[in-house]
């Protein structure tokens, strides 16, 4: 089993910038890809951003790329996920989440999920 916790969000105005972390624990924390995801009230849960463990391979949706970064320390069994230039639409629930592929986790199918934390984008 893998727990997964999320914290940083929070009340942000548009154009300002806030940084998640999501600490995992139980099993080894670098044998899995990492990401986000996120899902605004009325809609479905999305793909944000994800990387592998030896972060040799990172991917991005397009709406955040180049506003959004995510980076990982192994040592700590954090991820995290940056965010800049904050836009009103970019306001949701973001869930950190765990699987064993990159293909996997993109597509929803991850392992494990953390319990979401909130990121409100006023205008």
């Known amino acids: 089993q893998v727990q997964l916790v999320e914290s940083g969000g929070g009340l942000v105005q548009a154009g300002g910038s806030l940084r998640l972390s999501c600490a995992a624990s139980g099993r080894t924390f670098s044998n899995y890809v990492m990401g986000w995801f996120r899902q605004a009230p009325g809609k479905e849960r999305e793909f944000v951003a994800a990387n592998t463990w030896s972060v040799s391979s990172t991917i991005y949706a397009d709406s955040v790329k180049g506003r959004f970064t995510i980076s990982r320390n192994n040592a700590k069994n954090t991820v995290y996920l940056q965010m800049n230039s904050l836009k009103s639409e970019d306001t949701a629930v973001y869930y950190c989440?765990?699987?064993?592929?990159?293909?996997?986790?993109?597509?929803?199918?991850?392992?494990?999920w953390g319990q979401g934390t909130q990121v409100t984008v006023s205008s």
């Open positions: 989440a765990a699987g064993m592929t990159l293909a996997s986790l993109v597509a929803g199918n991850s392992d494990y």
